[in-house]
């Protein structure tokens, strides 16, 4: 079955203990991407990904790092978590169409205490 | 600066009726326009997308307008079904496979 996992679905951490949320897509995908979702914001993109050991900033990065040493794979990495970052956490792929059609797994709800 | 505005943050319609959900942007150089729904506990799914240079795309119980003049698109869902019950997000593509995503609207359907 063709789909986008993430791992754990459910996370309550304290600030500043490193934590790493994976991803992984079976499906071939060039492009990855994470975004959070908060009440009112929406979807924000955090980084995306166009391939392996190609990464850039999206709209809201700062606090967060991510790798991309397989196609994959796309690891969400926070150094130092802090309060502000409590957030439903998203990660997508897409086969590059025309539209733009993303892919996104079922979500990861982080908790900062 | 929100490029891409939902200004319902909900909608309640009657089983068999018609559902308007509506999005406008900022940017006329938005290329494509995709609509996601999304379940609770689930991920957004891709529901229907139209290109800039069309006006409307149909696929089946959902039709999607675009009117560029205005910078407004819309969602038509007919006839609305209770499973049709989510939050709808609108999202336009800035180019290069990104994203920009509106804050989304609740549709609730009641039987």
């Known amino acids: 079955e063709a789909q986008v996992t993430q791992n754990p679905r459910y996370l309550i951490t304290v600030t500043g203990k490193k934590l790493t949320v994976t991803c992984s897509q079976n499906?071939?995908?060039?492009?990855m991407s994470w975004y959070r979702q908060d009440p009112g914001l929406g979807l924000r993109q955090i980084y995306y990904?166009?391939?392996?050991?190609?990464?850039d900033k999206g709209d809201v990065p700062e606090g967060y790092k991510v790798s991309r040493k397989e196609k994959r794979n796309f690891p969400l990495i926070l150094e130092s978590p802090s309060p502000n970052q409590t957030s439903l956490y998203f990660c997508?792929?897409?086969?590059?169409?025309?539209?733009?059609?993303?892919?996104f797994g079922p979500g990861t709800r982080l908790t900062v205490l | 600066d929100q490029q891409v505005k939902q200004n319902s943050p909900s909608l309640s319609v009657q089983e068999g009726r018609i559902s308007i959900l509506n999005c406008d942007y900022t940017n006329s150089m938005f290329d494509y326009f995709l609509w996601y729904k999304k379940y609770p506990a689930e991920g957004p799914t891709f529901l229907i997308s139209?290109?800039?240079?069309?006006d409307k795309n149909e696929d089946g119980r959902f039709t999607v307008f675009l009117n560029k003049s205005a910078k407004h698109l819309s969602l038509h869902i007919v006839p609305s079904q209770p499973g049709d019950s989510a939050v709808y997000f609108c999202a336009a593509n800035t180019g290069f496979q990104k994203l920009v995503f509106g804050t989304g609207t609740r549709l609730l359907v009641s039987p």
């Open positions: 139209i290109s800039s240079i069309k």
């Open positions: 997508a792929s897409s086969f590059g169409g025309r539209a733009g059609e993303q892919f």
């Open positions: 990904s166009m391939n392996v050991e190609v990464t």
């Open positions: 499906m071939n995908h060039e492009y």
